[in-house]
């Protein structure tokens, strides 16, 4: 077995990733698995206590794992740049890794799925990634334990290979995008398989939420890889029974704002407790069916039910890639910061 490492990227929310590092420790492939924890160096005075706590946890030493590296920044890099100098050793010594936001617990086979699945589709070059979350409803019935999807990247708590990766990087550019944008049947396509990521891509071009651009430059993140796999016919690959649950939906997170929970509405991802989630709790995985491993648009559908967007937001988006198409981004971007104001 080719075990992965595993990266985690931290600062100072100390109890989250204790909880992370637990549930990780108590899989039966982390005796065999190298984790490398990258510590990003406090912005400001209330990252200290955190991220004091955190050093000290971490420094007592950390068992049960193969190795245990920890890479302390010596000044602030940001979350990203803090990943990225982290996911560099890695790839010095390895050509895959699992990734892990410190709000991440894990179930006790999430390593054993994960390994098995880098294994399984490491020479399929439609395969992109290989994710830990399932999302809060039934699949398509079948007798597999895996999904194929093409409209989300999600990354709490995903792997990948580096061959593939160094390739999507190096397609993700502003031009490419710009293409992409430009390209009216394309975007129509990416509409129908998910209103939700056509609202995104657009509404991220035009800087409108910052989860795309970010100084006229697309920002390499999960976003920009779902439109990546969506317009490369690739895919990722999810389980049934999610092997991961995200408790960072507190609002001490990045981009995880408090959820109101409403029991009287349908669940959706805005009102969804993320943090209560069931994950698998076996020890063991096997991949089932994943040899001829089927791809269902229904998915996608009910992708679309639990990410829903209104008829008054669907319409504001498409006038706005109208806008786009007609004037360009920069242009369509100047006009929605106007209607904004006013």
């Not at 920890?70 to 010095?92: A, H, P």
């Not at 617990?105 to 395969?127: G, Q, T």
């Not at 989860?211 to 006229?216: A, E, F, K, R, Y």
Request: aromatic share 16%; net charge neutral; with cysteine.
């Amino acid at each position: 077995m080719n075990y992965a490492p595993v990266l985690i990227i931290t600062l100072c929310r100390f109890e989250e990733l204790v909880r992370c590092i637990e549930s990780l420790r108590n899989n039966s492939d982390a005796a065999y698995t190298d984790l490398y924890i990258g510590i990003d160096f406090p912005l400001k005075d209330t990252h200290r206590e955190g991220y004091g706590r955190i050093l000290e946890y971490l420094e007592r030493g950390v068992d049960g794992f193969a190795n245990v590296y920890l890479i302390k920044q010596t000044e602030n890099k940001g979350w990203y740049d803090n990943f990225v100098s982290v996911r560099q050793r890695l790839y010095e010594k390895y050509d895959r890794f699992i990734y892990l936001e410190d709000d991440i617990e894990v179930s006790p086979n999430f390593l054993a799925y994960m390994n098995a699945n880098l294994a399984i589709y490491e020479k399929d070059m439609s395969v992109q990634a290989v994710c830990g979350y399932s999302y809060p409803f039934r699949w398509m019935e079948d007798n597999r334990n895996l999904v194929k999807i093409n409209t989300y990247y999600t990354a709490w708590g995903y792997a990948t290979w580096r061959e593939k990766e160094e390739e999507m990087y190096r397609d993700i550019t502003m031009h490419n995008f710009e293409k992409i944008m430009r390209r009216p049947f394309q975007m129509r396509r990416f509409y129908k398989a998910s209103c939700n990521q056509f609202c995104n891509l657009v509404k991220g071009m035009l800087e409108y939420i910052p989860v795309l651009v970010q100084h006229d430059e697309i920002v390499k993140l999960d976003m920009a890889f779902s439109v990546y796999i969506f317009m490369n016919h690739k895919y990722v690959i999810f389980p049934k029974v999610s092997k991961t649950r995200n408790i960072g939906y507190n609002g001490t997170g990045m981009n995880c704002e408090n959820i109101q929970i409403d029991l009287n509405k349908p669940v959706s991802s805005r009102n969804y407790d993320y943090a209560a989630q069931p994950i698998d709790e076996h020890k063991d995985f096997e991949a089932v069916g994943s040899a001829d491993l089927p791809f269902y648009e229904e998915n996608n559908r009910r992708l679309d039910r639990f990410y829903p967007v209104d008829a008054k937001e669907r319409f504001r988006t498409i006038m706005a890639y109208v806008v786009y198409l007609l004037l360009g981004r920069k242009r369509a971007k100047q006009i929605l910061q106007f209607c904004q104001r006013v």
